[in-house]
Every structure is written in structure tokens, then in C-alpha cells.
């Protein structure tokens, strides 16, 4: 079983920056991608961003591209969330997810394998 812890959530002010943190870790595993994905209350969960090892790809959603930049170590099986010029519309549990099975399409949810137990962000205006 692979395991995926996520820290770094909190409450902040709208403009502030917060740093997610995922780590995984248990059975001997290969990561294809490792991504970020949101769920506010009462929306589905949605694609946020991620990283393809194989050339370092990142992926990011509309709504946040260049505010968030997204980075990790496979070696180490971490990645990071970098969040900056936060917004009350950020709300939501950011969860962390590994990718162990190729699959073409990093935006899916479906495709990835293991998920974190996920971490709060709270914005306020």
C-alpha cells in the first residue's frame, strides 16, 4: 500500500502565499505523476495541478496558473504546492495523489492511484 500525507494547510488572508507539502511512502512504487486536486463544499473535486517525472512536465489549471507552481522530488516521492496571490475562491481541501499507472491524461482524477487524506485552506476575504 503506498501512503500520501499532506501539511502545510491553514487559514490565511486573501493575497497571502501558503506552501502544501505530499509526501509518500510504503510499498516500493513507480510514479508516473504526482498531482494537487481541490474539493470546495459542494463542488466536485477538481483538477488543481501536477508533475510528470519522466521530462518534468507541469500541469496547471486555468484558474490557477501563475499563481500556483507546483514541484517535487521523485526520488524522494515529494511534491510541493506553492500558492501565492491566494484568493477566497482558493477554499477548499487540497488533496495530494500519485499517478502509478501510465495514463495519458493528467487532469483526470481518475487516473491516479493513491490519494492523501488532504489538507484545509481557508481564505479569507
Known amino acids: 500500500q503506498v501512503q500520501l500525507v499532506e501539511s502545510g494547510g491553514g487559514l490565511v488572508q486573501a493575497g497571502d502565499s501558503l506552501r502544501l507539502s505530499c509526501a509518500a511512502s510504503g510499498r516500493t512504487f513507480s510514479s508516473i505523476a504526482m498531482g494537487w486536486f481541490r474539493q470546495a463544499p459542494g463542488k466536485e473535486r477538481e483538477f488543481v495541478a501536477a508533475i510528470r517525472w519522466s521530462r518534468g512536465n507541469t500541469y496547471y489549471s486555468d484558474s490557477v496558473e501563475g499563481r500556483f507552481t507546483i514541484s517535487g522530488d521523485n526520488d524522494k516521492n515529494t511534491v510541493y504546492l506553492q500558492m501565492s496571490a491566494l484568493k477566497p475562491e482558493d477554499t477548499a481541501v487540497y488533496y495530494c495523489?500519485?499517478?502509478?499507472?501510465?495514463?495519458?491524461?493528467?487532469?483526470?482524477?481518475?487516473?491516479?492511484?493513491?490519494w492523501g487524506q488532504g489538507t484545509q485552506v481557508t481564505v479569507s476575504s
Open positions: 495523489a500519485v499517478m502509478t499507472t501510465y495514463r495519458s491524461l493528467t487532469r483526470s482524477a481518475a487516473n491516479y492511484n493513491y
